[in-house]
């Protein structure tokens, strides 16, 4: 009998304790403001003009998309200003997408990332996009039954699938800015005729925007990046006729670094099968395949080596040599490797197998 | 009243004093009217019979009885006049009046008074045996238990047809004087089972038992928790398996449910259908059951918990389905929920009330029409109603159904918890839960058995149901004396003769 | 040795050990580890597993040799008043313990789920939760944490997610730190480790003690395996500089899991920890009432009521993060010299008393 008087009493006590100061705050899902994508524009100094795109639904199943735009220093203030102006409380948890327009990342963006990764209601699968247009302009137009933050969402989404573009995420692009021997690159958007598009990759220096891959230089990028990769496609022009488009079947990349920390040369050696899925030059017969071949493996060493070039140039690490070397280096030391990086000589070898032809030769 | 006190005073005054409690008895019996007595002449004198109408089956008494008695001589003839078998002749009057009661009738002679004859001519208006309704299985035997104890104990020991079968019979209630039976069979059962049981049952004190439901809440070892501990079962063949299993059985008179112990939490969630089917689709069976019973307890608190604090959970692609659904909708979470879990409880407890067609009608009406009309007035959102009606049909899967209200119960403070202080609050109301079922016992044996403590021997049969032959030993939890059912290695060779091809 | 119907079997120490080492730690210890030994660190989970099961054994050593729990072979050993004294020290360790894996985890609720919550009350409930735990005797404290690796365990499952952005090449170089880094590693490595001393006080509820040794090694081998596990992701998962932004890098794993039915299982992972850490502070708090009742003789139901209040207390009055930090840092080096320190120490000590008594009974005994 007393170990239930004693069972009632903790029940009796729980109850009460609940029902008074829990003290926590409800988030009903339909009474909040869900934004999905944020966008940052410099405006002067310290000062930025924040924008950000939620979904109205309504009731009749159409979600509408709109804005709240305002301007201040920092970002949770930033925030506040912006709740001022709302129906409902903004909250960050289903941010999509964070955009900043090319200014900003020209001077470097990463103290407002600093700021969302700190929130632990945003998770690392927000893609960071640098927008070459206004993002109040981008972010305020709604493109079919979704809102903005959605819809740039799934372009990217959608181009990363089909290996078009690399992974990228707010993981990614921490995890490059404090890789040693890597630098973050993120896709740059910008508005079309019809809608917004990514139109480059941009290649970063720290948190700084310094440098782009346009989007027929994707295709090589894509291929030196990952280490095993496919659905990559790429236009080759052999002259003003002569045309054919490739898609890369499968793809393996390795690196060859024979003297660590060294002036000695990095190889990176490339073995590719690869499809062809247009052409337009009578029929494809062996002779031509080979000739094919040798055309591609001639074009994709010249092209990346003048990719890589640049990025000495720049001072940029997008492929992570860096990365390779530090793995193959006892004690490694970042600062030797920043002088020596601009001057070591990094060749790319490429073996290219044109497997198929598609249904017709 | 006053004849039976004439007989006595010109027969035999001496006897005045022995004859005193039968004199009260007397008393008391021809107080109710449905007690019938009358006098005859016979050979040795006059010659009396009473007995109670309701009780006495009027045949026997026309056929064997009144045809025969007129030539009564001595009261210790009976035997050879009336062709029944169970008569007796006392003088004991507590002995007289529960056989009254059970369905004897009294015969007495004025030259052995003192003496009475106890003619056994009971009515049987028992029902007949039928089909099990709430444990109804497609394949297997289709014969369930009924009120009488008798025909009860004979449907077992059809089943099980051995001497070392033993029942021993408790009389519980002061004034409901039902019988009970524990069976158990002698070599299997563990012994301290069997008088745990017989403990309980006879230290018991309380003036009616009505049906073996109250003997479950009042032997269980927890009387406080929610969760049954002894399993009811109305099917002869399941109370044979758990004897066979080394449990052990008790049946009571009147009631048409048997109850089983020990028992775990696992066996509440077998239908006894399970040893009918292949062990891969038993197995099947069980688990989705299982999946139901989680599903029916945590699938509205998490909705409540996502919807009320977590909306960072939902995935993007369902964020428009869940806002859409609960635009319109002007209260909180846990009023929505808790609206449509009481509108299924009520559907559930008018269906249970009304007799079954009419209840079928409230089920199909109120099912559609209020979940419906709730809809499009904006109370309650499409999806939370798809989920809590799920809810619902996961709780009705449980195959004994004492344990299915238990399920339905206990939702209600996880949905509470939810609300409170979100996914917290349904992971502490989950470990609250675990706690609990973690002390409970079952005659003293640990609720969760075969799986904690672990006992592989009772795993093969408990969420999964593994092949016959794995099943050679009995469970742990029951403790039998002899584990081994049968030769695991027999029972799986078929030796069948060499085919000729 | 205690009744036969309170003892478990010998197998049920796996699950025993590994709970109370599998705490709050696992979900941010990775940052401590990482900042001495970068890519190595996954080697020092290992050394470090090695060096508990040494000290396990010398567990195993002291009890086997008296076959009852520590507060009995303090008074054994030291007479009534120095044993009971030296037990309280346990005691206090044991309970600051069941503080710290309980102040940590309200923190996690606090910076993940709800910023503004009610320390109090919720550890009220948790606490009522504990209370019920305990009072329902060690069967059901060990239980609870039989449960709590079983139906946890698919959380760990959902870490094969992150594997997806994994760059194995940050394993290497191996062996690329000095042994000093490695050595100061692998202290804090070990802390994430701490806890099994609580096997002193649920030793004589073992039946056939001895045969369990096998398996407290084999439930230290199983954290070291989850450890590991965890320890390579992160390495993979992340660069060495920003680990160290993460404070829980564990969670911070979760951050990038999707599935079609669920995102963000950080929340998840969180709520599911709690049926990890409960009964790692029950088994904390009942070796602590155990020992407790048995110096005192007070009843143990109220001895329970008034720890528990106690742990309240603390958890309350600790309030910002630094003070936590304080806390674990106290609670780590105190359990640390207990173990590797104490334990060892006693043992010889045992074996010379006994020794010694051995000679003077020698007539007697035989």
Same mark, same amino acid.
């Given at each position: ?119 632990? $209601? ?30 740039? $969402? ?67 990028? @894509? ?64 002779? @031509?395949? @080979? ?22 140039? @720049? ?47 | ?52 109408? !309701? ?83 497609? *394949? ?72 073996? !439901? ?81 599903? !029916? ?67 199909? *009406? ?33 195959? *004994? ?24 609050? *349904? ?13 409970? !016992? ?60 | ?70 507060? &009995? ?26 503080? #710290? ?51 946890? /365990?698919?959380? /760990? ?60 090694? =084999?439930?230290?081998? =199983? ?5 590991? =596990? ?19 890098? #564990? ?44 110096? /005192? ?36 080096? =105190? ?25 003077? &009974? ?5």
């Amino acid at each position: 009998m007393g170990k239930l008087r004693i069972n009632i009493g903790l029940l009796a006590v729980s109850a009460t304790l609940l029902t008074g100061c829990m003290g926590i705050e409800t988030q009903v899902v339909d009474e909040l403001q869900l934004a999905t994508a944020a966008g940052f524009k410099h405006i002067k100094d310290d000062e930025i003009e924040a924008t950000i795109s939620f979904p109205v639904f309504l009731t009749d199943k159409t979600v509408k998309n709109a804005t709240l735009t305002a301007t201040d220093t920092l970002n949770k203030e930033l925030r506040d200003r912006q709740n001022l102006k709302s129906e409902k409380p903004i909250v960050s948890g289903k941010l999509e997408v964070i955009l900043f327009d090319r200014q900003l990342a020209e001077r470097g963006f990463f103290d407002h990332l600093d700021s969302l990764m700190r929130d632990p $209601s945003i998770g690392s699968k927000v893609f960071v996009v640098v927008l070459d247009d206004d993002p109040k302009d981008v972010l305020s137009k709604q493109y079919g039954n979704k809102d903005t933050g959605i819809y740039l $969402s799934n372009i990217i989404q959608q181009n990363i699938e089909t290996g078009l573009i690399p992974k990228t995420n707010l993981h990614l692009f921490t995890y490059n800015y404090y890789a040693e021997g890597k630098d973050p690159a993120i896709p740059i958007m910008a508005q079309s005729r019809d809608g917004v598009g990514i139109r480059a990759l941009g290649l970063f220096k720290h948190d700084k925007l310094v440098h782009q891959i346009e989007k027929d230089e994707l295709f090589f990028y @894509k291929v030196l990046f990952d280490s095993n990769s496919s659905g990559e496609t790429m236009a080759i022009k052999f002259n003003e006729d002569k045309k054919a488009s490739i898609i890369n079947v499968e793809s393996t990349r390795k690196y060859e670094v024979l003297q660590p920390m060294s002036n000695a040369e990095i190889k990176i050696k490339v073995k590719a099968k690869m499809m062809i899925r247009e052409y337009n030059n009578g029929l494809l017969n062996k002779d @031509k395949m @080979k000739e094919m071949e040798n055309f591609i493996k001639k074009r994709f060493e010249e092209k990346s080596a003048e990719l890589i070039q640049q990025f000495q140039q @720049k001072g940029t690490d997008p492929l992570g040599i860096g990365e390779q070397v530090r793995t193959r280096t006892r004690n490694w030391d970042k600062k030797k490797w920043d002088e020596l990086y601009p001057n070591i000589p990094i060749t790319v070898q490429a073996e290219i197998e044109m497997i198929e032809s598609g249904l017709i030769n | 009243m006053k004849r039976w006190k004439t007989i006595r005073n010109k027969e035999n005054g001496k006897e005045q004093q022995g004859e005193e409690p039968f004199q009260a008895l007397l008393q008391q019996l021809v107080n109710s009217d449905d007690f019938i007595q009358f006098t005859y002449k016979s050979a040795a004198g006059l010659l009396c019979i009473g007995y109670y109408t !309701s009780l006495i089956d009027g045949k026997i008494l026309h056929q064997d009885i009144l045809p025969n008695i007129k030539s009564l001589e001595s009261i210790h003839h009976l035997h050879s006049l009336i062709p029944i078998e169970n008569i007796i002749v006392t003088s004991d009057v507590t002995k007289i009046k529960d056989s009254l009661l059970n369905g004897h009738m009294m015969v007495f002679i004025t030259k052995d008074i003192g003496q009475i004859g106890l003619v056994r001519a009971p009515v049987d208006n028992t029902r007949e045996v039928s089909i099990p309704e709430v444990e109804f299985s497609v *394949v297997g035997p289709k014969e369930s238990f009924v009120e009488s104890l008798d025909k009860n104990l004979n449907l077992v020991r059809k089943r099980l047809p051995l001497p070392e079968l033993k029942t021993i019979e408790i009389v519980i209630g002061t004034i409901s004087k039902t019988k009970v039976s524990v069976l158990y069979i002698d070599g299997i059962a563990n012994k301290e089972n069997v008088q745990t049981v017989t403990q309980r049952l006879s230290d018991l004190e309380i003036d009616q038992v009505n049906d073996s !439901s109250y003997l479950t809440q009042l032997i269980q070892d927890n009387q406080n928790s929610p969760f049954p501990q002894l399993i009811d079962t109305e099917r002869p063949d399941r109370i044979a398996s758990a004897l066979g299993e080394g449990k052990v059985a008790i049946l009571v008179d009147g009631a048409p449910h048997g109850l089983i112990a020990p028992t775990n939490l696992f066996e509440f969630f077998v239908a006894y259908e399970d040893y009918f089917l292949n062990w891969a689709v038993a197995t099947f069976f069980r688990l989705v059951r299982f999946f139901a019973v989680l599903f !029916s307890i945590l699938i509205t608190p998490i909705y409540v918990a996502v919807l009320t604090y977590h909306y960072e959970l939902i995935p993007k692609d369902l964020v428009s389905t869940l806002v859409t659904s609960r635009n319109p909708i002007p209260l909180p979470p846990i009023m929505e929920a808790l609206i449509l879990e009481l509108a299924i409880e009520l559907l559930r407890e008018a269906g249970a009330r009304l007799p079954t067609k009419v209840g079928q009608t409230i089920g199909i *009406v109120g099912g559609i029409v209020i979940g419906t009309a709730s809809v499009e007035a904006g109370l309650t959102s499409n999806v939370l109603l798809i989920i809590v009606a799920l809810a619902a049909l996961a709780s009705f899967t449980t195959p *004994v159904y004492q344990m299915g209200n238990t399920i339905r119960l206990i939702r209600f403070p996880f949905l509470l918890m939810a609300h409170y202080i979100g996914l917290v609050g *349904v992971a502490v109301s989950f470990i609250f839960l675990l706690i609990h079922l973690l002390r409970l !016992s079952s005659l003293g044996r640990p609720f969760l058995e075969p799986v904690y403590p672990l006992r592989l021997q009772g795993l093969v049969d408990s969420i999964i149901r593994l092949p016959i032959p794995f099943q050679s030993k009995r469970p742990a939890q029951s403790q039998a004396e002899d584990d081994k059912k049968f030769n695991a290695m027999k029972a799986k060779r078929i030796k069948d003769t060499k085919k000729n091809d | 040795m205690e009744k036969k119907e309170k003892q478990i079997s010998p197998f049920l120490v796996f699950f025993l050990i590994h709970k109370i080492q599998l705490g709050v730690g696992v979900l941010g210890f990775q940052r401590d580890i990482i900042k001495f030994a970068g890519n190595d660190a996954w080697i020092i989970v290992i050394v470090a597993a090695i060096l508990v099961s040494i000290s396990l054994w010398f567990m195993y050593v002291l009890l086997n040799r008296h076959q009852v729990d520590l507060i &009995d072979i303090h008074k054994d050993l030291f007479g009534k008043w120095a044993g009971g004294a030296l037990s309280i020290i346990w005691i206090i360790n044991w309970i600051l313990l069941a503080v #710290t894996v309980f102040r940590n985890y309200i923190e996690i609720i606090q910076v993940w789920i709800f910023p503004i919550i009610n320390v109090g009350m919720i550890s009220v409930i948790f606490i009522i939760l504990i209370y019920y735990c305990i009072s329902g005797g060690f069967k059901v404290v060990a239980g609870l944490s039989f449960l709590g690796v079983v139906i946890p /365990f698919y959380i /760990f499952m959902t870490f094969l997610y992150p594997l997806e952005y994994a760059n194995f090449r940050n394993l290497l170089p191996v062996w690329n730190h000095t042994i000093t880094e490695m050595a100061l590693g692998t202290k804090e490595m070990m802390l994430s480790y701490l806890g099994f001393s609580t096997l002193m006080m649920f030793y004589p509820f073992i039946k056939n003690p001895t045969k369990s040794q096998k398996w407290a090694h =084999f439930g230290n081998l =199983f954290t070291m395996v989850l450890y590991l =596990f965890l320890m390579i992701t992160t390495i993979v998962y992340y660069s060495e500089k920003q680990v160290n932004r993460y404070v829980w890098a #564990t969670l911070s794993l979760w951050q990038i899991v999707e599935m079609p039915f669920v995102e963000r299982l950080e929340y998840i992972g969180i709520v599911s920890w709690l049926l990890i850490i409960l009964p790692n502070i029950s088994l904390n708090i009942w070796a602590a009432t155990t020992g407790a009742k048995k110096i /005192f003789n007070i009843k143990s139901n109220k001895l329970l009521i008034g720890l528990l209040v106690l742990l309240w207390l603390f958890v309350i009055l600790i309030k910002n993060s630094d003070t936590i930090a304080k806390l674990n840092q106290i609670s780590s080096m =105190f359990g640390m010299g207990l173990i590797y320190g104490y334990v060892p120490i006693l043992t010889v000590i045992s074996f010379i008393i006994l020794k010694r008594r051995r000679k003077k &009974d020698g007539k007697v005994t035989n």
